[in-house]
């Protein structure tokens, strides 16, 4: 069976089209990869693209998400998902809902993280990479009760990859989520680099 992979948050421009190409990229090294991409602005279909990811296959609709877990062939399923609202209905615990935000929108992201079922991971993205500001939030996201968490300094070379259209773009945060993803290691670690 499929492992689901949804990702969302609570406002846009945090990143999240760029963590599920890069999660897309690092899973694609361990099994078969589907992206689904159901961002209006299909940002992520362009991503995949760039980063020159083959094994990857790329769709812009959903279907039935009980198929989904059934469909054979694919070890990964990565959701797109702009709907948060629709994750916070959906209670399903075989699915692992990461969680973007940006600093500013923390505090509205945490409201939200506790309705959501299933396993829950939380990047907070584009910290500014200045030493106090990125200590302060890697101690905050810290104590939060969630499974696994990540916390991602503002690098430009990742703000800028749609202009740069550079296929060999790393991110190793990125990479080991996904890699805790892959293992089911979800005991509440901070990945910070």
Do not use: C, W
């Not at 409201?111 to 910290?127: F, Q, S, T």
């Amino acid at each position: 069976m499929s492992k689901i992979i949804r990702i969302t948050s609570v406002k846009g421009g945090v990143g999240k089209s760029t963590v599920a190409a890069f999660m897309a990229k690092y899973l694609s090294e361990r099994g078969n990869v589907l992206v689904i991409d159901l961002d209006n602005l299909g940002h992520l279909s362009s991503l995949i693209e760039i980063l020159r990811l083959k094994d990857v296959e790329a769709r812009r609709e959903l279907g039935d998400l009980d198929k989904l877990r059934k469909m054979s062939g694919y070890d990964y399923v990565i959701i797109d998902d702009p709907d948060l609202l629709k994750v916070i209905e959906d209670p399903s615990q075989d699915i692992i809902n990461v969680v973007i935000s940006d600093v500013l929108a923390l505090a509205s992201t945490l409201k939200y993280l506790d309705k959501i079922g299933g396993v829950k991971a939380l990047i907070v993205n584009m910290v500014p990479p200045l030493p106090a500001d990125f200590s302060k939030i890697i101690k905050a996201v810290r104590e939060l009760n969630v499974d696994l968490k990540a916390v991602i300094p503002f690098i430009p070379k990742i703000f800028s990859l749609l202009v740069r259209q550079d296929s060999k773009t790393e991110l190793p945060i990125v990479k080991r989520l996904a890699i805790a993803i892959e293992n089911n290691e979800f005991n509440g670690e901070v990945i910070t680099r």
